[in-house]
T-cell receptor
Framework: DTGVSQDPRHKITKRGQNVTFRCDPI?????LYWYRQTLGQGPEFLTY????????KSRLLSDRFSAERPKGSFSTLEIQRTEQGDSAMYLC???????????FGDGTRLSIL | GDSVTQMEGPVTLSEEACLTI???????????LFWYVQYPGEGLQLLLK?????DKGSNKGFEATYRKETTSFHLEKGSVQVSDSAVYFC????????????FGAGTRLFVKA
C-alpha cells in the first residue's frame, strides 16, 4: 500500500494560466474524491468518481474546473484561466467503498500570483 | 444540510495534560463519524471512526464516543505529547452509502514540553 500520491506538491502560476494536477489513488480503491482546503478551514468536497464515472460535482466546481478519471485509475483536475481565489490546497482521497474511510494524499498547494 | 461544528483553536496544553476537543454535528439519518489529524505540510490521516450510536473509536490513546442523543463526537486523550501537535478535524459521512465527507473547520493543538 503506497498510499494516495499527488503531483505536483506545489504549483505557482500567474493569474489566467491553466493548471493541471494529478492524483494516483490506492490501487485497489475504485472511489476517488477531490477536495479543496483553504487556510484555517476544513476540506470542502469538489467531486467524486466511482471507477471512471464522475457521479457528483459540487457547486464549488465552476465551469473553469474539470476533472477526469479516464481509465478508472489516476485522476486529473484542471483549472482553466486561474483566478486569485483559486489559491488553495487541493486534496485527493480514495476509498474502497462508500462506507469505508477515505485515505488522503498530501495535496497540491496552488498559489496564484 | 449536514454540518459539523468543532471548537475553535488554537488549544495550547502542556505535555501530559488532558485533551478534549468538542465536536457536534447536524445530519439526517445515521452518519458515520470520524476524526482526522493533519500534520504540517501533510494530508489528512484518519485517527479514529465510529459508525453507529454508542460506538467508541480509539487509536494512539485518543478516543471519541458517538453520542446520538447529544449529536456529539468529542475527541479526548488523557495525556498529550509534543508529537500530538497538529490540526484535528471532526467529520461525518452521511447515512451508509453517502460519498461525501463533511469536515469541521479544524482545531489546532499546540503541546508544549
Amino acid at each position: 500500500d503506497t498510499g494516495v500520491s499527488q503531483d505536483p506538491r506545489h504549483k505557482i502560476t500567474k493569474r489566467g494560466q491553466n493548471v493541471t494536477f494529478r492524483c494516483d489513488p490506492i490501487s485497489e480503491h475504485n472511489r476517488l474524491y477531490w477536495y479543496r482546503q483553504t487556510l484555517g478551514q476544513g476540506p470542502e468536497f469538489l467531486t467524486y468518481f466511482q471507477n471512471e464515472a464522475q457521479l457528483e460535482k459540487s457547486r464549488l466546481l465552476s465551469d473553469r474546473f474539470s476533472a477526469e478519471r479516464p481509465k478508472g485509475s489516476f485522476s486529473t483536475l484542471e483549472i482553466q484561466r486561474t483566478e486569485q481565489g483559486d489559491s488553495a490546497m487541493y486534496l485527493c482521497a480514495s476509498s474502497s467503498d462508500s462506507n469505508q474511510p477515505q485515505h488522503f494524499g498530501d495535496g497540491t498547494r496552488l498559489s496564484i500570483l | 444540510g449536514d454540518s459539523v461544528t468543532q471548537m475553535e483553536g488554537p488549544v495550547t496544553l502542556s505535555e501530559e495534560a488532558c485533551l478534549t476537543i468538542n465536536c457536534t454535528y447536524t445530519a439526517t439519518g445515521y452518519p458515520s463519524l470520524f476524526w482526522y489529524v493533519q500534520y504540517p505540510g501533510e494530508g489528512l490521516q484518519l485517527l479514529l471512526k465510529a459508525t453507529k450510536a454508542d460506538d467508541k473509536g480509539s487509536n494512539k490513546g485518543f478516543e471519541a464516543t458517538y453520542r446520538k442523543e447529544t449529536t456529539s463526537f468529542h475527541l479526548e486523550k488523557g495525556s498529550v505529547q509534543v508529537s500530538d501537535s497538529a490540526v484535528y478535524f471532526c467529520a461525518l459521512s452521511p447515512a451508509p452509502g453517502g460519498f461525501k465527507t463533511i469536515f469541521g473547520a479544524g482545531t489546532r493543538l499546540f503541546v508544549k514540553a
